[in-house]
């Protein structure tokens, strides 16, 4: 046990520590605290590793721990192992013994990073897609993310977050968490996806078809409902919880957000459906100018064209400058067809061109430009 004792963090000796009823009482020495509670014994607990014998002391602990609460050393040292981590437990149904199908278990596997990915790209602008492997703040935060064991008696994956740093009250007051780090907010976004996710896949069974679109700011994804279809399949049941990190400890912990098999088909049209709010790069809207705005004292005037993007016909909205836009205005008096060039992009049921620029006014004598 002592080799493994360099795998608890003085951190995780602490909250362990107080949450099973400890308080510190006093400074021992330069670099420890004696720890005191009410029916307990007075233990020390350092606070740094960079002692000569710091493995040898967090056996010790372990040892006084495990007498305290009456369980083996193994169980108190995986909870001190985790106890500075949010964990992330994806349990798989129909495993008695503990066993599933090789293929199912490498998806389920791939399929709990990917759901954390989502939940990590979605911690900036929330998109109804993500190219997941560009976001480099994602992978970077995920690259800090551990594989834990499997639970005896069923197949579990467990995600083990990055350390999960304590409050400072000295600091700061102690609030709802919204200014929590970064390893806490990805967990409260994955649940918090997860059980948004939950909700619509309920809410679109009985005809509410647009709830999908509405959750994307809550971190639902294309990326995580195509994660969620990937894991779901293969079984009856799955269930995702989080044990929170002891360092950080969450005031009203969020339930066990279970999903079935029968969820897959509709989370599989929820991806695809955010996968075509996907904007679409550098395209070409040909149609007619029918709405035009521009205000006083501004330069810039903001358009909507009716038209088509290939075959598809789209109704977008567009902001020009000043050039681009007098040109248009002329367009829409003479009732003559236009050609922008932009990236579409869509804001709920609406569309609009980002980037946009006049590429042609199309008259009688430039029949080269039509598509």
């Not at 002692?51 to 009456?70: K, M, P």
């Not at 703040?137 to 069923?154: C, E, F, I, P």
């Not at 918090?192 to 005809?207: F, I, P, Q």
Request: charged share 30%; net charge negative.
């Amino acid at each position: 046990m002592s080799r493994r004792g360099r795998a608890v963090s003085p951190g995780a000796l602490t909250a362990y520590a107080r949450a099973a009823g400890w308080s510190r009482d006093e400074p021992y020495r330069a670099h420890s605290d004696v720890y005191i509670g009410e029916g307990l014994p007075e233990v020390i607990i350092p606070r740094t590793e960079r002692l000569g014998d710091y493995a040898s002391v967090v056996a010790s602990l372990i040892d006084r721990f495990a007498e305290v609460a009456e369980r083996d050393e193994l169980t108190v040292y995986r909870h001190l192992v985790t106890a500075d981590r949010d964990v992330v437990s994806v349990r798989a149904g129909e495993s008695e013994d503990g066993s599933v199908a090789l293929n199912a278990g490498a998806d389920l596997v791939v399929g709990t990073r990917d759901l954390l990915l989502a939940a990590a790209c979605s911690l900036g602008e929330p998109k109804p897609v993500y190219r997941a492997g560009a976001n480099r703040d994602a992978t970077d935060l995920l690259k800090r993310v551990r594989l834990g064991q499997t639970h005896q008696g069923s197949f579990v994956v467990t995600l083990m977050t990055p350390v999960v740093p304590p409050r400072m009250p000295a600091l700061f007051p102690e609030t709802d968490d919204q200014d929590a780090p970064i390893e806490r907010r990805l967990t409260l976004r994955l649940m918090e996806a997860l059980a948004a996710a939950r909700l619509a896949a309920e809410r679109t069974l009985v005809g509410d078809e647009a709830d999908f679109g509405r959750i994307v700011e809550g971190g639902v994804s294309a990326n995580l409902c195509e994660a969620l279809v990937r894991i779901i399949e293969p079984f009856s049941t799955l269930d995702v919880n989080v044990s929170w990190a002891r360092t950080r400890p969450v005031t009203s912990p969020r339930p066990v957000v279970r999903f079935g098999r029968a969820d897959a088909p509709l989370l599989r049209e929820a991806a695809r459906s955010l996968r075509a709010r996907e904007p679409q790069p550098d395209v070409r809207l040909f149609g007619h100018v029918g709405q035009l705005c521009r205000r006083e004292d501004e330069d810039d005037g903001t358009i909507r064209v009716s038209g088509y993007v290939g075959r598809k016909h789209v109704s977008a909205t567009a902001t020009l400058e000043q050039r681009d836009y007098e040109r248009v205005v002329q367009a829409h008096k003479e009732r003559v067809p236009v050609v922008l060039a932009g990236d579409l992009d869509r804001i709920g049921q609406r569309w609009r061109l980002l980037n946009p620029r006049l590429e042609a006014v199309v008259r009688d004598d430039d029949s080269e430009l039509l598509p």
